[in-house]
């Protein structure tokens, strides 16, 4: 069998894999990169709710911001709907956390079937090379000589091999590097295409549809949070919508086991009856169990690398997916350039570098998603609030403006030094104090978690101070910034538990006092308890 020479081969030819072939493609015409492609055709998938660090991906390095526009539905962001234990609240008597307001950075929701079939077309009109219908059998790792990828009847050789293909990660279970985290994270989806559901903004009276403004909720990416379990409501056109339901299955078992059961399981819920409505149509179902995982690494010297849901999956709650294939194929990009320009060690400082990166930020997520299963609209409503300061402060800023953890000083510093090194700052970051309050204050409350579930409202507004490392692509992002950033955050969690805290043990709140209350609490990372001690005095 006779080889076919490329520069670039990549496995998988959805998402993360088309668009790396594309973003090398733009930035280096000479380079050749062939994409091994399992499926023949395309059809709907996860990875329908995009991330704004996902446009600025799109617009800025893959030329495709008009397309976006013009072709997939813009998000208005996430919003979040609380129930009563018994599942029988209305849309519009359960309380809900969403934005009324327009912050400039956009995001979009995608119709993966669309979206992955233009990309085959977009990606073969600039020189890439896209086989459709290629599994591939066997890898042979040789960075020197070149790679070989055999497939049923095809021999590829290259210099640079990705993995993209997802959980099926050819690459990535050859050398066994993928660990599941169910053992921290257990988590299962199950979902499906609905057509003739009913538009949420269409639904309740018209108080409750006009307190969202210019907003549209049908729009957004819409979770119904409940005590282990979350569904979620996603638009792809103007017909179809995308409902799933991902379980944490330590915690529940919704004995989900075809589309039957899940149809009949949605309308169990009193709000999926409503956005159900009488004329629905299922199109498809899907399942997939154990969805939590990573690669113990996802760059190598040896060129090859990891990207996609073949380096790492979290949960679909928040839409992470998107956000990192972005960071991990721009890693990519930085890695490939260094090794043709001949730049040896920071090619070997930027694959350690950038390894440790992505173990931070998987960790990082991991404290934003993992404590989200209580179902409390009362808890989601401080820690959201925190969480969403994180993402516009620090992780989008650090994706726009590239800041992917590099410096030529660590050189001297081995992979497990870096890896330490970057866990270390996860665990001293604010992200993970705030975890640690969450976590108490759902204890505290516990009896008492449903009690603001029905009939509030938050608008979920960061001011333009709050947006503004965001709205600069992260320029202005360094060291100061992001002490303030986690004085910030942590100010905000403390208010916000302790407001709540003093509702419920009926203690007067005093304006005045708070901000001593919380610098000492901040300063001696005291918990709620000795905190409200300090308040009472």
């Known amino acids: 069998m006779v080889s076919q020479y490329s520069d670039v081969v990549i496995i998988g030819g959805s998402m993360a894999g088309a668009c790396l072939a594309r973003q090398l493609k733009l930035a280096h015409p000479d380079l050749s990169v062939t994409v091994l492609e399992r499926k023949k055709t395309f059809n709907s998938w996860v990875g329908e709710s995009t991330l704004e660090s996902f446009w600025d991906y799109a617009a800025k390095d893959l030329k ?79 960075a020197e000589q070149g790679h ?11 210099k640079y091999l990705v993995d993209a293909a997802g959980f099926a990660s050819p690459l990535g279970k050859k050398l066994g590097l993928i660990e599941s985290q169910d053992h921290r994270h257990p988590v299962s989806s199950a979902w499906g295409r609905f057509k003739f559901t009913q538009l949420i903004d269409h639904l309740g009276g018209e108080e409750w549809r006009a307190r969202t403004h210019f907003t549209s909720r049908s729009l957004a990416t819409n979770h119904f949070m409940y005590k282990g379990y979350w569904i979620w409501l996603i638009p792809l056109d ?25 149809v009949e399981f949605l309308l169990s819920h009193r709000c999926m009856q409503e956005v159900l409505g009488e004329q629905f149509e299922l199109q498809d179902y899907k399942a997939m169990k154990h969805l939590s995982r990573r690669a113990s690494q996802s760059f190598s010297t040896d060129r090859w690398f990891l990207t996609g849901m073949s380096s790492a999956f979290l949960d679909p709650l928040l839409s992470p997916g998107s956000a990192y294939l972005t960071d991990a194929n721009r890693m990519i990009g930085e890695l ?9 060690q920071e090619f070997v400082d930027k694959t350690k570098s950038f390894n440790a990166y992505l173990l931070g930020w998987y960790e990082s997520f991991m404290l934003h998603i993992s404590g989200n299963y209580h179902g409390s609209y009362e808890v989601h409503k401080t820690h959201f609030e925190a969480l969403l300061m ?19 000083s660590m050189s001297a510093l081995s992979q497990e030094e870096l890896n330490h090194k970057t866990l270390s700052m996860v665990e001293q970051a604010a992200i993970s104090r705030i975890h640690v309050l969450k976590d108490e204050f759902i204890r505290l ?23 503004k490392h965001a709205l ?12 303030e950033l986690d004085k910030a955050l942590l100010e905000v969690t403390y208010n916000g538990f302790l407001r709540s805290l003093c509702d419920i043990e009926k203690v007067d709140f005093d304006e005045e006092k708070m901000p001593l209350v ?8 005291l918990s709620l308890t000795h905190t409200m001690q300090l308040f009472k005095i």
């Not at 070989?148 to 290259?158: A, D, H, M, V, Y």
């Not at 600069?472 to 002490?483: N, Q, V």
């Open 148 to 158: 070989l990828i055999e497939t049923s009847n095809k021999l590829f050789r290259c």
């Open 445 to 467: 409350i516990q009896g008492k978690e449903h009690r603001l579930n029905r009939g509030h409202f938050f608008d979920i507004e960061l001011t333009r101070c709050r947006m």
């Open 336 to 344: 490939i350039e260094a090794d043709r320009q001949g730049h040896t």
């Open 518 to 525: 919380v610098d000492a609490a901040m300063k001696d990372k």
């Open 390 to 408: 994180h993402w516009f402060g620090f992780i989008l800023p650090s994706s726009m403006a590239r800041k992917f953890g590099y410096c030529p």
């Open 472 to 483: 600069s692509r992260g320029h202005m992002l360094d060291e100061k910034a992001i002490e």
């Open 238 to 262: 103007e017909h179809s919508v995308s409902i799933g339901v991902t379980v944490k299955n330590n915690e529940v078992n919704i004995n989900v086991k075809s589309a039957e059961d899940f």
């Open 64 to 142: 495709l911001g008009f397309y976006l526009d013009s072709n997939h539905l813009y998000k208005h962001g996430l919003r979040f709907y609380f129930d009563s234990k018994d599942r029988d609240l209305s849309v519009e008597d359960m309380s809900e956390l969403g934005r009324t307001w327009f912050h400039g950075i956009p995001a979009h929701q995608l119709d993966r079937a669309r979206f992955d079939t233009d990309m085959v077309r977009f990606n073969r009109e600039i020189g890439v090379q896209f086989e459709l219908g290629e599994t591939v059998n066997e890898i042979t790792l040789d």
